[in-house]
T-cell receptor, first 110, second 115 residues
Framework: GENVEQHPSTLSVQEGDSAVIKCTYS??????FPWYKQELGKGPQLIID?????GEKKDQRIAVTLNKTAKHFSLHITETQPEDSAVYFC?????????FGKGTMLLVSP | GAVVSQHPSRVICKSGTSVKIECRSL??????MFWYRQFPKQSLMLMAT?????????EQGVEKDKFLINHASLTLSTLTVTSAHPEDSSFYIC???????????FGQGTRLTVV
């Protein structure tokens, strides 16, 4: 089955800095890679996703890159704000079941 | 966008009782829904896949007689934690894909505390 590794487990940045979270996956058949933001006590919210036929996708301050050859994908957040503080999960799937990374707690200090 | 509604958001129950959690897709039909369990500061662990009109598929190590899943319609799946014990206390989250192999939308989660 699929195995997703996510790093770092925690990330502290100053407001305005950029944050990068990286994930690797094992199953070359995976073709869909979503990123979720989870605030305390709430369910995960999809923030951006990418499919295997695309190398990069951007939505305002958030971007995701995918390297299928190396089997890794990354989340980039620019101009971070305190409200970006949350736990971020990457996931991968080739079918209907998502495999999640272990999460990254992002702390953005004012 | 697609919305998945989960109810209740919090529940406290006594040991030995059963608790039912509902997951509804509000603006789309979901033949499949997923139930996850999340311990504090940990990732989401898939418990089972709920299939409309057929039996749920449970992940290894998940007791199907303890976590009863019913997917009675294309918009509703329920998870019943039977004979709950304190170790069942956790955050339970459901999700539903809008289309196969595409984004999954999550419910708000249910914080279960068994006392």
């Amino acid at each position: 089955g699929e195995n997703v590794e996510q790093h770092p487990s925690t990330l502290s940045v100053q407001e305005g800095d950029s944050a990068v979270i990286k994930c690797t996956y094992s199953d070359s058949a995976s073709n869909y890679f979503p990123w979720y933001k989870q605030e305390l006590g709430k369910g995960p919210q999809l923030i951006i996703d990418i499919r295997s036929n695309v190398g990069e996708k951007k939505d305002q301050r958030i971007a995701v890159t995918l390297n299928k050859t190396a089997k890794h994908f990354s989340l980039h957040i620019t101009e971070t704000q305190p409200e970006d503080s949350a736990v971020y999960f990457c996931a991968a799937t080739g079918y209907s079941t998502l495999t999640f990374g272990k999460g990254t707690m992002l702390l953005v200090s004012p | 966008g697609a919305v998945v509604s989960q109810h209740p958001s919090r529940v406290i129950c006594k040991s030995g009782t059963s608790v039912k959690i509902e997951c509804r897709s509000l603006d789309f039909q979901a033949t499949t829904m997923f139930w996850y369990r999340q311990f504090p500061k940990q990732s989401l662990m898939l418990m089972a896949t709920s299939n409309e009109g057929s039996k749920a598929t449970y992940e290894q190590g998940v007791e199907k007689d303890k976590f009863l899943i019913n997917h009675a319609s294309l918009t509703l799946s329920t998870l019943t934690v039977t004979s709950a014990h304190p170790e069942d206390s956790s955050f339970y989250i459901c999700s539903a894909p809008v289309y196969r192999d595409t984004e999954a939308f999550f419910g708000q989660g249910t914080r279960l505390t068994v006392v």
